[in-house]
């Protein structure tokens, strides 16, 4: 009992000093977690001052003005590179013309090569210049038969035109004034050729304004003045051309839209021009017996079905001038999905009828019966997209020329196969 007792007071100063020590450990411990926390606190605050200063940083460079590039430095001389915008396509096309007027069906094969400049040369103004091919200066094709008889064959070198050259000018919004030689500015329901063929590029002065009538519906004007043919010794002869057209927008989605044009070829009758051939005009003489007042009423129809897309239009057409029999044309058409999106595909079908003298056979449709007027029948044209900038299509005529102007065609079948690669930049 003595000896544990004796052991017990031993302990105590042990344990005393033990705990001491703990004590000491417990007290350096919290000094070095209050110094670790101050650091944390003047790290943060340090971090919270450089992200405002980054933030005032970058709000003095966004405000500060860009320096103009010395002049005559190559960084001045380049700035022209970024309001310059080029493109272009080629279309090569084997083509099948089965023709009554003819013993043996024809094969040939045709391209097609365009290419386009744009250019923004002021804030209101742009410049568009574009070449392209072609056999010879028709209005109607840009086609180069490979091989071609008498002026192509041999492997010989191909031609190539001045296609477009014009300049416009948009001081507002959904206004252009254009002058030069241009697209045609003229709408066309259904991209239907009755009476002026896609290749068409008037050459004179035109206007077109779009505007809004409300959220749904649209209205656009257009205007032109164009030079068939310039007399030095006589009165010009012309075409003045004015359209209006109205869209409005469903509730579901769909639109429907409707329009009239009016086109005034100015002294056609008794004239002739070198490059409109007759294809089915009534001529004297060899000059045009009659004049061309063509008035056109047309609509079109909007719409989907699920997600695919579908159109129906229609044209109604017809010389006004008086004095021909065969004086008007028509055309119904659809179109069933779009192709644009590499794998998708679009089908249109059109059909018809286009009397003697109801449109200028030289500017309208020139794959259409052989091209002119004087025919009936159906257009079938199948599309489908390849890849974004190429696009294989099918297109076939099953027509048919019901008028005697052109020696030996009264009658006859013509039908035409076209199988085309298009390919865009």
């Known amino acids: 009992m003595r000896k544990t007792l004796i052991f017990a007071l031993a302990l105590v100063p042990a344990i005393v ?6 004590a000491d450990e417990v007290g350096d411990l919290k000094k070095e977690v209050e110094r670790q926390y101050d650091v944390l606190l003047k790290m943060q605050a340090k971090l919270l001052e450089l ?32 309001k310059l915008r080029i493109s272009g396509d080629f279309r090569y096309r ?8 003819r013993s043996d069906e024809r094969d040939r094969h045709r391209i097609r090569a365009r290419i386009k400049l744009e250019a923004d040369v002021a804030d209101e103004w742009s410049l568009i210049f574009r070449l392209a091919s072609g056999s010879s200066d028709s209005p109607t094709s840009t086609n180069q038969t490979l091989g071609e008889s008498g002026s192509g064959d041999g492997f010989s070198s ?4 001045l296609d477009l050259a014009y300049a416009d000018w948009h001081p507002l919004d959904g206004l252009n004034v254009m002058f030069g030689k241009m697209d045609n500015p003229f709408y066309a329901v259904g991209k239907h050729q009755l009476i002026w063929d896609g290749d068409v590029t008037p050459e004179g002065i035109a206007a077109g304004y779009a505007f809004a009538l409300s959220e749904a519906t649209s209205a656009q004007v257009t205007g032109g003045g164009f030079w068939l043919e310039e007399n030095s010794s006589g009165s010009d002869a012309a075409v003045w051309g ?21 086109y005034d070829f100015v002294r056609l009758e008794g004239n002739a021009f070198s490059n409109l051939s007759q294809k089915g005009n009534t001529w004297t003489g060899g000059l045009y017996a009659y004049d061309y007042n063509i008035l056109e009423a047309f609509g079109e129809y909007g719409f989907k079905i699920g997600d695919m897309p579908f159109g129906i239009y229609g044209t109604h057409i017809t010389n006004t001038a008086g004095g021909a029999d065969e004086d008007r044309a028509w055309a119904l058409g659809c179109t069933v999905n779009k192709a644009k999106n590499p ?24 794959d259409f019966i052989d091209g002119g007027t004087g025919g009936k029948g159906h257009r079938f044209s199948l599309a489908y997209q390849l890849t974004k900038n190429i696009q294989a299509g099918l297109t076939y005529f099953m027509a048919e020329r019901h008028d005697n102007r052109i020696t030996g065609y009264d009658g006859q079948d013509m039908n035409l196969f076209q199988g085309d690669i298009v390919i865009k930049f």
Not at 17 to 22: D, F, N, S
Not at 58 to 75: M, R, V
Not at 94 to 101: A, L, P
Not at 349 to 362: F, I, L
């Open 51 to 82: 992200e405002e200063g980054q933030k005032k940083n970058s709000a003095a460079i966004a405000e500060a003005p860009t320096a103009a590039p010395a002049p005559g430095s190559l960084a001045e001389k380049l700035q022209w590179v970024e």
């Open 158 to 161: 191909k031609d190539i035109w």
């Open 242 to 262: 004015v359209q209006g057209m109205l869209k409005h927008k469903l509730d579901d989605g769909s639109h429907i839209a409707g329009g009239a044009s009016y």
């Open 17 to 22: 000093l033990v705990g001491q020590a703990r």
């Open 343 to 366: 794998g998708s595909w679009q089908f249109g079908y059109e059909y018809r009828d286009v009397e003697a003298d109801a449109v200028v056979a030289g500017l309208s449709d020139s």
């Open 94 to 101: 084997h083509e099948n013309q089965d023709f009554d007027t």
